[in-house]
């Protein structure tokens, strides 16, 4: 009996775990913006540092 | 003409800027475009010329300067930092996104940028000691972007936080209802095979405490407007969701102290289902106001006023102190506040957001402008005509939040029900306490049937009926081509008897071309010539078609134009006076039998075939002589004969209405097989909306199909108003449904399934009671086991999933 006791704990552990990263990711704007992620993730890492030259337009930075 | 190497516009070789950047020669329609392009390719950017759509036009950049203080009022302070919302003119595409974010997060200062694709709202957060706000605008705006304060409505806003609100709520329910039935299981099944007494009262113990957050905490929307609803004495949907869910509950915590069963699983279940149907409610409404407040934000909140008194003055002042006929002045890239009549200068403008033509159309003296339109290439004044929201971005915007407003009918239909079955309950529900209380003579048994017949009446899929059937349906059909905005649409839909098709660009591909051109006394290609010099600076759709479609010709200069809407334009080309309109038009100008002479027999009757054929004539006068005569078609649409016999064959009455002449339209209509009565000519955007009013007033039952700005009338006056795929953003939005693809033979297919789904609503609502129906009198008998309320509340809610899952086929 106790093993089915402590299996409820374990469950109910894991479905509060679940719920408490639910309201996290609600909070946190998971799910303000539903269009974005499929384009972003088509955005390549970039090279830029071999880029990056000292042009005229340090002043902007 | 060499093009413009950051904003693609076509610049003369005089005006061009040339540059060297990174060993190659690059050329510029203005200083700001070069400054744009040097930076983004000194940050290592390039790409993104690269990645950019091809149709993509940024126009040269406004040279007003950012107003710093008027984002002051929409900065946040948050932990480590700042914070800010701000809405980002001139996005067109997703690589615009990528440069802003990828610019911003290398600003010095700045912690986190993300733009938002749908809203164009990018919200930003930096650290104070290192950089501000002003050098974060000056950045943007070095990418020629114009950031502009975030005015989001209060409305939206709103809309947003109930969202997520629902969400949260219904994902707690969720989370809380699946450990629920792990109890809830394990109990039935102590129930059939014993199950020893502590444990049992552990699990219901358990069940009681996973079952109050969701009463108490998911449930109170319905517990709030539940008491709004019994305040007015009116028996709402929340009513019968609270006294359900509600009795179960308490029912509940009785039995375990009597040591019965728990019915927790029923209060959860009813309350997490009915939040998922409003959560897939919200959704669709969130979305088409989105729309509404991009086209508010294109309003700029400032402008250039001419002051005339003996030397010129140019003063800046906030757009709602402008009154009509006041002069405004336009710089490059600055956005046309409101609408008017150009007095000086011409210039490119772009008027996709209104037209959805996305090539820019040359204003000059005499053109009118219209408010939230982008000025691209060259300076403008004008003389205001309309302000506020008289102006014709602003009726839209209203046109579009009436249409918004109007109530959902199928939703009305299950509240209507709910309206009768909720007292009814009630009463059988007191009936039945009365009964046992007089007949048993005992008071227990008397409360306990009472509340069984509450717990086993409420129907818990009945949240799930509509919104679910409605979104497998809407989903089904956008994979096959028709959007469809929301459930109140499907209930219109069904009763559709009377189609009426715009001619242009509906029945036709609304791309007029000009066929064929002859001088008469000049060359073919001189008569184009003239006619094109003179076109060039009107905006109309036939003049655009003899620019765009008359092949390459070098335009003589052409002076004083005026436009006489309707017939015609005027003005000169080398010194001669030139007119170039219709018939009508011409005759006004020329003895009747002059115009003949010159026309000749043949090309009359030449002409006459034209018409008949459904293309459009017009007639050049050049210096007082009929010059020649250029023909404007438009092709029909390959599908819209068979489409529109159809229509006919399932028997809709099609009407074609469109604002060209009565002889174009017969000839079109005769193409497609529609009959000459069936035709409304010479109509503008509000006699469009009048003719569909008439018909509903006989009784009919309008659908109307339209693309443009001209139709977004009678788009929203019709029951249901259908844009076509290449729609301005207007008529997308004033319309309910979309055709994705531009191919009529789905007109008929949409008016089916939104049958079909409405079939299958009133399918759910009957299974949602059905079961519950049948389960009330053995709750008034007494004889209600607790394994059938258990199984009429599971079944009633497959039978509704598995119903609807229906619509994902056939």
């Known amino acids: ?61 | 003409m060499p093009k413009c190497d950051h904003c693609s516009l076509h610049v003369p070789d005089s005006k061009a800027v040339v540059d060297e950047i990174k060993g190659e020669k690059r050329v510029f329609c203005c200083n700001g475009c070069r400054g744009i392009f040097r930076f983004i390719s000194s940050e290592g950017l390039s790409d993104f010329y690269d990645r950019r759509e091809s149709s993509w036009t940024p126009g040269p950049p406004d040279e007003r300067p950012v107003e710093v203080s008027s984002f002051s009022d929409s900065m946040k302070k948050i932990d480590d930092g700042m914070e800010i919302d701000i809405v980002i003119d001139g996005i067109r595409c997703a690589s615009c996104i990528w440069l802003i974010e990828k610019i911003m997060l290398r600003t010095e200062g700045v912690t986190s940028a993300r733009v938002n694709y749908a809203t164009h709202k990018a919200k930003l957060r930096w650290d104070p000691g290192v950089t501000d706000i002003a050098n974060i605008l000056a950045r943007l705006k070095s990418i020629g972007y114009s950031p502009k304060p975030s005015t989001a409505g209060a409305h939206e806003e709103e809309l947003k936080a109930q969202q997520r609100d629902l969400l949260i709520r219904f994902g707690t329910a969720a989370f809380f209802s699946m450990q629920l039935m792990l109890y809830s299981v394990a109990l039935y099944a102590g129930y059939f095979q014993g199950i020893g007494e502590k444990t049992r009262s552990a699990f219901q113990i358990i069940s009681l405490g996973l079952a109050t957050p969701i009463m108490f905490y998911s449930g109170t929307p319905f517990i709030h407007g539940a008491v709004r609803g019994l305040r007015n004495l009116s028996f709402n949907m929340d009513v019968l969701i609270v006294t359900g869910a509600g009795s179960a509950y308490f029912y509940s915590i009785y039995q375990i102290a009597t040591g019965g069963e728990v019915y927790f699983d029923t209060s959860a279940m009813i309350i997490t289902l009915i939040l998922l149907g409003r959560y897939i409610e919200t959704g669709a409404k969130g979305r088409s106001s989105e729309v509404i407040t991009r086209l508010l934000n294109l309003n700029p909140k400032e402008a250039t006023v001419v002051r005339e008194g003996g030397v010129r003055d140019y003063v800046s002042v906030p757009v709602s102190s402008i009154k009509a006929d006041e002069l405004v002045q336009i710089r490059p890239g600055e956005r046309i506040p409101l609408d008017g009549i150009v007095t000086e200068g011409t210039s490119e403008v772009d008027e996709s957001m209104l037209t959805g033509e996305s090539k820019p159309v040359i204003k000059g003296p005499g053109s009118y402008v219209f408010c939230g339109t982008q000025n691209l290439y060259g300076s403008l004044v004008f003389r205001v005509k309309r302000t506020g929201e008289d102006t014709v971005l602003w009726q839209i915007i209203r046109t579009v939040e009436n249409a918004q407003a109007r109530r959902a009918p199928v939703q009305a239909l299950a509240d209507r029900i709910v309206g009768y079955f909720v007292p009814a309950v009630i009463l059988i529900s007191f009936s039945t306490f009365v009964f046992w209380f007089f007949y048993g003579r005992m008071l227990t048994p008397a409360v306990m049937n009472a509340v069984s017949v509450l717990v086993i009446a409420c129907p818990c899929a009945l949240g799930l009926a509509t919104p679910l059937a409605v979104l497998i349906g809407t989903t089904r059909g956008a994979s096959r081509g028709i959007l469809i905005k929301g459930g109140d649409i499907i209930e219109r839909a069904k009763n559709i008897d009377t189609v009426v098709l715009d001619k242009t660009g509906t029945i036709t591909e609304g791309k007029p071309y000009l066929s064929h051109y002859t001088g008469i006394g000049i060359s073919d290609d001189e008569a184009l010539r003239i006619a094109v010099s003179l076109e060039e600076l009107s905006e109309h759709s036939i003049a655009k078609a003899i620019v765009n479609t008359g092949g390459k010709v070098t335009p003589y200069r052409a002076t004083g134009f005026t436009a006489h809407p309707g017939l015609g334009i005027r003005g000169e080309v080398n010194g001669k006076a030139v007119v170039i309109g219709s018939k009508t038009f011409i005759e006004s100008q020329c003895a009747l039998e002059e115009i003949e002479g010159a026309l000749g027999g043949q090309l009359v009757s030449r002409i006459d075939k034209w018409v008949s054929s459904g293309a459009t004539v017009v007639y050049l006068l050049h210096n007082g002589r009929m010059s020649g005569v250029f023909v404007i078609s438009d092709k029909i649409r390959n599908d819209a004969k068979s489409a529109v016999g159809e229509m006919l064959q399932t028997g809709y009455d099609v009407i074609m209405i469109t604002g060209d002449a009565y002889e174009t339209a017969y000839a079109v209509a005769e193409a497609v097989g529609i009959g000459r009565d069936r035709v409304m000519a010479r109509k503008s955007p509000v006699d469009k909306a009048e003719a569909v009013r008439k018909k509903q007033q006989e009784g009919r039952s309008v659908m109307m199909v339209g693309d443009g700005i001209n139709d977004a009338p009678a788009l929203v006056q019709a029951d249901v108003g259908m844009a076509m795929g290449r729609a301005t953003d207007i008529a997308l939005e004033s319309a309910d449904m979309v055709l994705m693809r531009n191919n009529l033979g789905i007109i008929p297919d949409a008016i089916n399934s939104s049958k079909k789904i409405y079939m299958v609503i009133k399918q759910n609502l009957f299974w949602a009671f059905i079961y519950n129906v049948i389960a009330v009198p053995l709750a008034v008998m007494g004889l209600l086991h607790p394994i059938i309320a258990a199984i009429s509340m599971t079944l009633s809610s497959l039978s509704v999933v598995g119903n609807s899952m229906r619509l994902k086929r056939g």
């Open chain 1, 1 to 61: 009996m106790w093993s089915v006791f402590i299996l409820m704990v374990i469950a109910l552990c894991m479905g509060v775990a679940a719920w408490l990263i639910f309201l996290w990711a609600v909070k946190s704007g998971q799910y303000d913006d539903m269009e974005g992620p499929k384009y972003r993730m088509l955005d390549d890492d970039e090279k830029i540092k071999e880029d990056l030259k000292s042009d005229d337009d340090s002043h902007l930075k």
